[in-house]
T-cell receptor, first 108, second 114 residues
Framework: KNEVEQSPQNLTAQEGEFITINCSYSVGISALHWLQQHPGGGIVSLFM???GKKKHGRLIATINIQEKHSSLHITASHPRDSAVYIC??????????FGAGTRLTVKP | DSGVTQTPKHLITATGQRVTLRCSPRSGDLSVYWYQQSLDQGLQFLIQYYNGEERAKGNILERFSAQQFPDLHSELNLSSLELGDSALYFC?????????????FGEGSRLTVL
């Protein structure tokens, strides 16, 4: 069992739909990252959270430390949002573990 | 452009060989991280350096080693290569000790071991 569980594994949406990707982890963490990886392979950091909520454009990330759960929301999804979204948790000893990723496809 | 430079972008070699991957962090970033991404195991954290010193170790094999030089660039050395070492190797940098520090990723080095 992965220490970091993401759901769903795959997600197909129509352009304009609201999207939610979930991430759960099992032990206390220092911070959580949401990463985006496009088909070309490059990785971009979207958010780093240790509490609460952050928003950047159409992207919103939330974290509930007590419930060990984070969500990434995409409002008004667009085909260019198609990518793999990866949750990564940072432990206090600076070790980092990754979820398996959620493959998002947004159709026009 | 993240500002993190990795070389080489692609590398093909044979089993048993040794390779060195290089990473130049963003200007001013003191922390460098190495990650491996393979098809079967996904992304895995290998090792972190901060200002020349090792700060954290993840799933790094004994055949692998890394260092960070005074100019803050880092090298990941992979030796006695096996077929299973074929993967994308990413480097990332951040400005501090990694706690609550945004990560900036390089484009990766794709290693193929034949």
């Amino acid at each position: 069992k992965n220490e970091v569980e993401q759901s769903p594994q795959n997600l197909t949406a129509q352009e304009g739909e609201f999207i939610t990707i979930n991430c759960s982890y099992s032990v206390g963490i220092s911070a959580l990252h949401w990463l985006q990886q496009h088909p070309g392979g490059g990785i971009v950091s979207l958010f780093m959270l240790s509490s609460g909520k952050k928003k950047h454009g159409r992207l919103i990330a939330t974290i509930n430390i007590q419930e060990k759960h984070s969500s990434l929301h995409i409002t008004a999804s667009h085909p260019r949002d198609s990518a793999v979204y990866i949750c990564a948790v940072l432990y206090n000893n600076n070790d980092m573990r990754f979820g398996a990723g959620t493959r998002l496809t947004v159709k026009p | 452009d993240s500002g993190v430079t990795q070389t080489p972008k692609h590398l093909i070699t044979a089993t048993g060989q040794r390779v060195t991957l290089r990473c130049s962090p963003r200007s001013g970033d003191l922390s460098v991280y190495w990650y491996q991404q393979s098809l079967d195991q996904g992304l895995q954290f290998l090792i972190q350096y901060y200002n020349g010193e090792e700060r954290a170790k993840g799933n790094i094999l004994e055949r692998f080693s890394a260092q960070q030089f005074p100019d803050l660039h880092s090298e990941l050395n992979l030796s006695s290569l096996e077929l299973g070492d074929s993967a994308l190797y990413f480097c990332a940098s951040s400005g501090g000790l990694a706690r609550n520090g945004e990560l900036f990723f390089g484009e990766g080095s794709r290693l193929t071991v034949l």
